[in-house]
């Protein structure tokens, strides 16, 4: 029996939604199996993800992307960092706002903090969506993974 230890670390007040570490290294693992390619970029680094107030989430949108309101996540990558503990990245996540947006979509709050997550972790690892391709790219990705997990398609 092997003892694994989890990288996915959660922190912060969840607000009402449910997110654990076995769910995300599964989503992680549904990842991998629609994109194999991305393994080595997954599958040993850890990530942070922290749930935060709106003033938390606002602040931080304000200083790394210059907006003055609050947002529902921010991506931050661990970027040309050589040390053997490297992560990732870290997730900031605003519960109130993912709550909200859920209900004003018509989505199941739960779902919708997944598809939040896997988006999140995209950005991580060099996906964007400034262009049309890009995004299409990115969403198609999202699609197929959530349709694995039993997710219906966001878009």
């Given at each position: 029996?092997?003892?694994?230890?989890?990288?996915?670390?959660?922190?912060?007040?969840?607000?009402?939604?449910?997110?654990?570490?076995?769910?995300?290294?599964?989503?992680?693992?549904?990842?991998?199996?629609?994109?194999?390619?991305?393994?080595?970029?997954?599958?040993?680094?850890?990530?942070?993800?922290?749930?935060?107030?709106?003033?938390?989430?606002?602040?931080?949108?304000?200083?790394?992307?210059?907006?003055?309101?609050?947002?529902?996540?921010?991506?931050?990558?661990?970027?040309?960092?050589?040390?053997?503990?490297e992560?990732?990245?870290?997730?900031?996540?605003?519960?109130?706002?993912?709550?909200?947006?859920?209900?004003?979509?018509?989505?199941?709050?739960?779902?919708?903090?997944?598809?939040?997550?896997l988006?999140?972790?995209?950005?991580?690892?060099?996906?964007?969506?400034?262009d049309?391709?890009?995004?299409?790219?990115?969403?198609?990705?999202?699609?197929?993974?959530?349709?694995?997990?039993?997710?219906?398609?966001?878009?």
């Amino acid at each position: 029996m092997t003892n694994k230890t989890s990288n996915i670390f959660i922190s912060g007040n969840l607000g009402g939604l449910t997110l654990c570490e076995p769910l995300v290294e599964k989503l992680i693992s549904c990842l991998i199996e629609t994109e194999p390619n991305l393994k080595t970029k997954l599958k040993t680094k850890p990530i942070n993800i922290s749930f935060m107030s709106l003033n938390e989430i606002k602040r931080l949108n304000f200083k790394f992307a210059n907006k003055d309101k609050p947002t529902n996540v921010l991506s931050f990558p661990t970027e040309g960092v050589e040390f053997t503990d490297e992560t990732l990245g870290d997730i900031a996540v605003c519960p109130e706002i993912i709550i909200e947006e859920s209900i004003k979509q018509g989505k199941d709050k739960q779902s919708h903090l997944i598809h939040i997550i896997l988006h999140s972790i995209l950005h991580l690892i060099g996906f964007q969506h400034g262009d049309r391709n890009s995004a299409t790219k990115m969403e198609s990705l999202e699609v197929s993974v959530l349709k694995k997990l039993g997710i219906a398609n966001p878009y």
